[in-house]
């Protein structure tokens, strides 16, 4: 069985090179079947992937302990939903679930646009199968999944073996969040291998206009609103399960999954620079362009353990083929700019510097700070040991003060930027557009004050916050009116039509939204408290409004762990609210302790206990407790990202209306002498 | 009562340089009592409560030496081990914060002690001198320079839209662009 894996591998790695090749010869050539073939090529890559992973997936159900990689991720008592999810809980089996993920996204970016831009299409494949080469290689010839263990027999002879039992997944990634977070995140990284493929073929091929951009956005998203998922739910797994009470400690790891998400926001907005107006087409190609060489530098960062990190998930020797192959991607994207820089000229110029361009220069001037700080402080430990020779650390206080200002100015351009018009925007319309959230966002300023938060950065986040909620929410209201006015319906009707009218202009209030929620909950953070005890039985201590009872303590166990856990009495003002049973589990098979965090979650705060176990001094039972405010709206801001970004994606209603427009009577009534251009487009002060 | 028109009856009633005057007062009043309680937060006897604050922030300045983790000796948790609070370096780092918290130390002189004992990785963030200052600078050094490019990008932008005026009359394509243009910028 093995046997076939690895075949089915080495073909793919074959099939990619064939694809590379053919692809080349046939743009040089200028042969159509041969690009076809390559075109096919390139879109089994995807079958032959998905062999090698069925048939991973195959010994981890059958516990087929015969295979190396997987004794060291599975045993027989784990759940089966982990032993599907224990194909990605090492390095090999990571590196072939982001070969699967990029051939599938290879396979339907070929396949979709099979009979569309037959002059970009080819450049496309050969930028894919070169970046499929590449983990290929990694998959067939340094890291395989499919490596066999042998044992030498009594004659000192080699021997294939198989191993009763495996060592068991690591408890940590025993988690159901574990099942989904490491694909969402790979589906974002990977995700990005698209743009980045469509923006080099653009470049290569010369390909006229903005085309690579329309054909990109959606993709884009995509891969950026997987991204985001991956990061928020790696934030949330750390907060739920690691059981230190916090979710973010800018691990290297985590900078990592962040640099790509930084850059990919700021380019889907500065696309909209060159979708209307024509102007920033170098730089967008070079946000392409870096945000996949981050998204390569992030799974390096995550595989190869360079930089220390918590997350010890592989410190191996893959290193320089990473680096390796991050130069040639650096080396292929200057020389293909430089060659055809003459075909990016910007078709035009600022017309005012109160302008919605000058507000996406500034919104990718501060993303583009906000990443470079990151990757600085991420990577600067091993620059310092390089070259000034000293080991230092760069720590979360760091991270912490840098970037805060930077969020927050991002913030306020949040509120600014989308209602500022394009070319140019009068001071009449400003103050129309910002008094009243400006004068909300102070009184909600004042409010917070009153109510205790006195520390400076939280204050202004809420004064933002609340400044940009209402600018969304006036955009919305003054759409919708204007809509319900027209048409006499009422004004959430209004508000549902304006938003499937312009869903990518909305979709990304939604998004902007979203972004909000997410700020308030990490602006709670600077109001956190602690304490941490040795509680026995009947013994009690307060946090914040709340006292916390132990009330006995037990040992449940199963197959698969043993554990200790604490059962506690939360009182509030003297009256009983809740239990909590926070617990230890030691895992069987590895012999590793797992906190089960008992976290009692509101829109107000978190109370978050943990059963530290016992103490190594007094072997006396030790409870930690947290009171985390406004943690549970980065949950929700999540959710509402999501949906934001699905309904970014949907098509406009409009277009459906305007061909109908064309094609049958004018719209609502309305003489429309030039129904294509005219519409039922509604517009309020700004346009997008 | 509108503050503003209190001000305004203020100033018709007195002379300019009482309500200025008047002004100042309040301020080096205000001024006065923020210096008086700044004195007596100094002065008073630090009472066990108020080292134990200042020895658990301290100890989050320091990064536990344990080398099994990456947290600081305050906030040190080995999760999955056999016990998720602080491991002995880190309890044996918080002691020793405390000690000589205790013993009247000043902040700089502990972290400075940390720093002789283990040398720069123990600070998680990196001292502002030396090489590591560049740590430091270049976050707010490296926006700047692009600010700067992107504003001589603007300029040189502008100055292009500037010059055509006055210029040959529009060509029938120029107009012919304009108009597709136009049209695509009211798609959306």
């Given amino acids: 069985m093995d046997i076939f894996g690895s075949f089915a591998l080495l073909l793919a790695f074959l099939t990619a090179v064939y694809a590379f090749v053919a692809g080349i010869i046939g743009i040089v050539t200028r042969r159509v079947l041969l690009t076809k073939s390559a075109r096919n090529a390139g879109m089994a890559v995807f079958g032959l992937v998905t062999l090698a992973v069925a048939t991973l997936e195959y010994f981890f159900f059958t516990d087929d302990f015969s295979l190396a990689y997987v004794a060291a991720h599975s045993n027989r008592a784990l759940p089966l939903y982990y032993k599907f999810s224990s194909l990605w809980a090492g390095q090999e089996g990571s590196l072939l679930w982001w070969s699967w993920l990029l051939s599938i996204y290879v396979f339907f970016a070929l396949f979709l646009n099979r009979k569309r831009h037959p002059e970009l299409m080819p450049y496309v494949g050969v930028t894919l199968a070169g970046v499929q080469i590449f983990f290929l290689t990694l998959n067939n010839f340094v890291a395989s999944p499919f490596h066999v263990i042998a044992g030498a027999d009594g004659g000192g002879v080699l021997r294939l073996a198989k191993l009763a039992d495996g060592s068991g997944l690591n408890p940590l990634l025993q988690y159901p969040e574990m099942v989904i977070h490491p694909p969402m995140l790979y589906l974002g990284y990977t995700g990005f291998t698209i743009p980045f493929a469509f923006a080099m073929a653009a470049l290569l091929g010369r390909y006229p206009g903005e085309k690579w951009i329309h054909i990109t956005r959606r993709w884009t998203m995509v891969a950026w609103c997987f991204q985001s998922i991956g990061v928020l739910l790696g934030a949330h797994w750390a907060y739920a399960v690691l059981g230190w009470g916090g979710y973010w400690a800018w691990d290297p790891v985590e900078n990592a999954a962040l640099l790509p998400w930084i850059t990919g926001t700021a380019f889907l907005h500065s696309v909209m620079m060159q979708e209307k107006r024509g102007m920033m087409k170098v730089w967008n190609v070079w946000l392409v362009f870096v945000t996949f060489m981050l998204c390569i530098l992030g799974t390096s960062l995550t595989r190869t353990g360079i930089v220390s990190s918590v997350h010890a998930f592989a410190e191996s020797n893959i290193g320089p083929y990473f680096f390796g192959f991050l130069g040639i991607v650096l080396l292929v994207c200057l020389a293909a700019w430089y060659k055809n820089r003459d075909y990016l000229r910007s078709d035009n110029q600022l017309d005012s510097l109160v302008s919605r361009e000058s507000s996406f220069l500034f919104n990718n001037l501060i993303l583009l700070a906000a990443c470079f700080a990151v990757l600085w402080g991420t990577l600067f430990p091993v620059i310092s040991e390089a070259v000034a020779g000293n080991k230092i650390s760069v720590g979360p206080p760091f991270f912490n003060k840098v970037e805060v200002p930077i969020a927050l100015f991002l913030l306020f351009l949040t509120g600014v930027g989308p209602l500022l018009a394009w070319r140019k925007t009068s001071v009449d319309a400003l103050k129309r557009n910002f008094a009243w959230p400006g004068v909300g966002g102070l009184a909600a300023g004042a409010v917070a004050f009153a109510l205790g938060w006195r520390d400076f950065y939280p204050l202004v986040c809420v004064i933002l916050s609340v400044f940009v909620a209402l600018t969304i929410l006036a955009e919305f209201y003054r759409g919708a009116r204007v809509i319900s006015s027209r048409d006499g319906s009422n004004i959430l009707t209004a508000v549902g039509e304006l938003t499937m009218r312009n869903t990518r202009r909305y979709g990304g209030y939604v998004v902007h939204f979203a972004m909000v929620m997410i700020f308030v909950g990490i602006a709670g953070s600077a109001f956190n408290q602690d304490i941490q005890k040795e509680l026995n039985v009947g013994q009690s201590m307060a946090i914040g409004p709340y006292t916390i009872l132990c009330q006995n303590f037990d040992q449940p166990s199963n197959d698969n762990y043993q554990s200790e856990r604490a059962t506690i009495e939360v009182f509030r003002n003297g009256k009983s609210r809740m239990m909590l049973y926070p617990e230890r589990r030691l895992f069987r098979a590895s012999g590793v302790t797992e906190t089960i965090v008992a976290n009692q979650s509101t829109p107000v705060h978190d109370l978050y206990v943990v059963y530290a176990g016992r103490s190594p001094d007094t072997n006396l039972p030790v409870i930690h407790a947290y009171l985390n405010p406004l943690v549970k709206w980065i949950w929700f801001g999540g959710i509402v990202l999501v949906l934001g970004t699905i309904l970014a994606m949907i098509p406009d209603r409009r277009a459906a209306l305007v061909l109908r427009a064309a094609t049958d009577r004018p719209w609502a009534g309305e003489a429309a002498p030039n129904p294509v251009v005219s519409g039922p487009i509604h517009r309020t002060g700004s346009d997008d | ?188």
């Fill in chain 2, 1 to 188: 009562m509108n503050p503003n028109r209190n001000a305004r009856n203020f100033l018709k009633t007195h002379d300019r340089s009482t309500f200025y005057s008047t002004i100042i007062r309040g301020v080096s009043a205000a001024r006065i009592t923020l210096v008086l309680a700044l004195l007596s937060c100094a002065f008073a006897p630090a009472s066990r409560a108020d080292n134990a604050e200042r020895a658990k922030a301290l100890s989050k300045k320091v990064m536990c030496m344990c080398g099994g983790c990456n947290d600081t000796a305050g906030t040190c948790n080995h999760t999955g081990g056999a016990f998720s609070g602080p491991c002995d370096t880190a309890k044996a780092m918080q002691k020793e914060v405390a000690d000589r918290v205790a013993r009247g130390d000043s902040d700089d002189l502990i972290l400075q002690s940390f720093v002789q004992e283990y040398g720069p990785t123990v600070l998680p963030e990196p001292p502002k001198k030396g090489f590591t200052w560049l740590v430091w600078v270049m976050p707010i050094l490296a926006p700047l320079i692009a600010f700067y490019l992107i504003w001589e990008v603007v300029r040189r932008w502008r100055r292009q839209t500037l010059a055509p005026a006055g210029g040959p009359p529009i060509s029938p394509e120029l107009l012919d662009r304009a108009r597709r243009e136009a049209d695509r910028e009211s798609d959306e």
